[in-house]
């Protein structure tokens, strides 16, 4: 809600409040927190105007640190002067191709002017109902007769009181995607940044601002370069800014023109349990759409690991036949189906079949929906491989620089998107692929990362953001095209899982490691910021292909439980048994999906090698825990765990789900109160001695309301 008296405007969500002034000519943030019941008294306000927190900054002004845009006028100069002009509660801006969160929400909109340079500048706050985030988008319009250059336009300049932060950042590479990073910031600038053309492995667009009891955390709608800085000063203040990365950034705004730029997110909590309850349901709610948004999603099965490249219609039919039998719901067959693809070298590009191996590739998806499995497909349509039919006929629509033959990267090029005539080449290839297979989910990969971004004719300095522009533009059209097809977007892994693509795309593959003591720690990574049913998890073969670290089949699952579930090893090399385990672990999944996939999630507690998380229900009657130990030390008797979001006057029964290396199953009773307070001891989590060389321990633990206290 939002509301003014005077010169104060206050946005209140359902937990907090955001209080803005534009008492003193300037707009102000003189609030930022927990929810503020009676109207704002702005009493504290600091009396230097040159160092107030404001919503945004320029260059050109005596405050010195990094500002929030930096525009170059015509006549070479970059001190802008945006006067506050109006303040309009209304409709938000348009974005243009840029993806943003949706839904019936109330939106302020603050506008400046720069009479000199002919400049307007909209920033515009969102609050929906239903949720704690504030979106803020931007534009700048150039109402002048000459042309500037935005050598900077971050999307969201958050100023904190204060100093002393921690900053928690998601970190990582391939296979180790997401990894949790705290830096506590006493003095200088901290940058958490992308310049590979993604949102990246490296380090993910979310990062959270913590000190004692309050949280802020922040995240861009963008799947691109990307750059948040984190910057204190000596008047004990705090800058966070996140948007569009300005390295080698420079986007000329002709008259008459504008800019939009990524629409970022934020939001305050006490705890870091909050704002991941918050940005799940934020996610949930006003970034998925379409058909599957709050829908189960399948169980499926994927041929990666099992077969790499080296397949035949007949292992991949007889993969069918035991993934039908294991209970899969659907079955994806991933790369080396198309053109002559038997290896890395080839191929993209080719999105036709390669019929001397599929045996005619829409025949062998209705093979495939005959066994009573659907059928998904995977594709890097942004892609080009230089050995393919499209690379001879259309040399052009590689992405590299004329002087050179480009940087190859798992040897392939990327297409430049930027371009028209790529987008739509894309548009029909995929959507052939779609229709000749009839393929009902589609597994959109994307393995390399920027390395020469050029397009003929496309300054370079507007070369990346005219690349996710592009990109973005393939996406919509094609989700448009086929509604009901889930689409489950990919980076070698899990590099680009951002809200970008996640408005097109429902999940995200969260990473090509899944040992599962590796995937457990990227996953806790990943759901701090993202909700579980975005993230695809899937049980692989042990030793494991990546790490060769060992682990139960059992423990495989409950790990995988956490997102939506997928099975991808050779399903010929299970003994008979583990295909029965197979069985009654996806039975008990699809018969617990809506709690696993949508049910509120918290990460339990890590220390001394412990953790694991909880999902609750939303009426707090049922509950799936799984709780891990990452180590095994000789002599340690017990392991404790306290659980998290329960009711604590309910009376819950609490049994452990029957598995394979742990002596039956076990069922006590106990108040919500005392399993979230007092510590549960398991002194068997290791189970028998089979299991002692595993790198990682868990057991599933069910929750079911029994009766009130
Ligand atoms: C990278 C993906 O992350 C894998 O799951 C698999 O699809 C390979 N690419 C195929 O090339």
Redesign the pocket.
């Known amino acids: 809600m939002i509301r003014k008296k005077g010169n104060v405007y206050k946005i209140d969500t359902p937990n907090t409040s955001l209080v803005l002034s534009t008492e003193r000519g300037v707009a102000e943030v003189l609030y930022y927190g927990k929810l503020l019941k009676a109207p704002f008294e702005p009493a504290a306000v600091t009396d230097d105007l040159s160092h107030c927190r404001k919503v945004f900054s320029e260059t050109g002004k005596t405050d010195f640190r990094e500002p929030q845009l930096r525009i170059e006028l015509s006549d070479g100069s970059v001190a802008t002067d945006f006067v506050l002009s109006r303040i309009k509660r209304g409709e938000r801006p348009s974005m243009g191709d840029l993806p943003a969160s949706y839904g019936e929400g109330e939106t302020l909109r603050l506008e400046f002017f720069d009479e000199y340079a002919r400049l307007r500048y909209y920033l515009a706050y969102t609050v929906y109902p239903d949720t704690d985030v504030i979106c803020v988008t931007s534009e700048i319009v150039n109402c002048g007769k000459k042309s500037v250059r935005i050598q900077k336009a971050a999307s969201l300049q958050l100023d904190l009181a204060g100093e002393g932060f921690t900053v928690v950042t998601y970190d990582g590479s391939w296979g180790a995607e997401r990894q949790r990073h705290e830096h506590t910031l006493v003095a200088g600038v901290f940058v958490n940044e992308s310049n590979a053309g993604s949102s990246s492995p490296f380090h993910n667009p979310f990062l959270m601002l913590k000190r004692e009891g309050e949280v802020y955390a922040t995240n861009l709608v963008y799947s691109g370069n990307h750059r948040e800085t984190v910057e204190t000063n000596s008047f004990l203040q705090t800058r966070l800014l996140t948007g569009i990365s300005d390295v080698g950034f420079c986007w000329e705004v002709l008259p008459g023109e504008s800019f939009v730029t990524p629409e970022a997110v934020m939001v305050y909590a006490p705890d870091e349990d909050g704002v991941a309850c918050q940005m799940h349901a934020f996610v949930s709610e006003h970034v998925i759409r379409g058909k599957w948004k709050r829908k189960e999603r399948p169980v499926l099965y ?1 041929n ?2 099992g077969t ?2 080296a397949f035949t219609r007949e292992k991949i039919l007889s993969l069918a036949d035991r993934a039908a039998l294991m209970g899969a719901e659907l079955f994806v067959l ?3 189906w198309f053109g002559h693809r038997d290896d ?1 070298h080839s191929s993209l590009g080719d999105w036709f079949d390669y019929e001397a191996k599929t045996g005619g590739i829409a025949s062998l998806a209705d093979a495939i929906r005959a066994k009573g499995l659907k059928f998904g497909i ?1 594709v ?1 349509p942004e892609m080009i491989s230089e050995d393919s039919e499209l690379f001879a006929k259309h040399p052009e629509f590689a992405m590299k620089p004329l002087r050179k033959a480009g940087t190859k990267m ?1 040897n392939q090029l990327l297409l430049n998107l930027a371009d028209k005539q790529v987008q739509n080449y894309v548009v029909r290839a995929v959507s052939h692929v779609i229709q000749e297979t009839k393929a009902a989910y589609v ?1 959109w ?1 994307y ?1 390399r990362f920027f390395t020469d971004p050029y397009g003929k004719g496309i300054a370079s300095g507007e070369y990346c953001h005219r690349y996710m522009l592009g990109l973005y533009s393939v996406l919509s059209r094609l989700v448009e095209k086929f509604p009901s097809v889930l689409f489950e977007s ?4 899990g590099g680009r899982y951002d809200p970008g693509m996640l408005c097109f795309m429902p999940q995200t ?1 969260a ?2 490691n899944t040992d599962a003591r590796e995937r457990y720690r990227i996953q806790q990574g990943t759901l701090q910021a993202y909700p579980k049913s975005t993230m695809g998890a899937h049980v692989s073969a042990s030793p494991n292909q990546q790490s060769g670290f060992l682990s139960t089949l059992e423990t495989r699952f409950n790990v995988a439980s956490a997102g939506v579930l997928g099975y ?1 090893l050779d399903l010929a090399e299970l003994t008979d048994e583990e295909l029965s385990l197979i069985q009654r672990q996806i039975e008990f999944y699809q018969a617990n999906r809506e709690l696993l996939q949508f049910g509120t999630y918290y990460r339990l507690d890590e220390r001394s090698g412990l953790g694991g998380f909880i999902t609750v229900s939303p009426d707090r009657t049922k509950a799936i825990a799984v709780i891990t130990a990452n180590e095994r030390v000789t002599g340690r008797g017990g392991y404790a765990y306290t659980l998290k979001g329960l009711d604590p006057s309910v009376t819950y029964s609490v049994t452990t789900r029957e598995q394979q290396g742990y002596e039956g199953t076990e069922s006590f009773l106990a108040s919500g109160e005392t399993l979230m307070n007092a510590p549960l001891y398991r002194p068997d989590i290791m189970g028998d001695r089979e299991n002692r060389f595993n790198s990682i321990f868990s057991r599933m633990l069910v929750l079911k309301k029994v009766s009130m206290r």
């Open positions: 994927n990666w690991e790499t490249f991933d790369d080396g890395d995977w890097e798992r597994k990969d393995n990919c980076a070698s892994g593959w990473s090509d991808e």
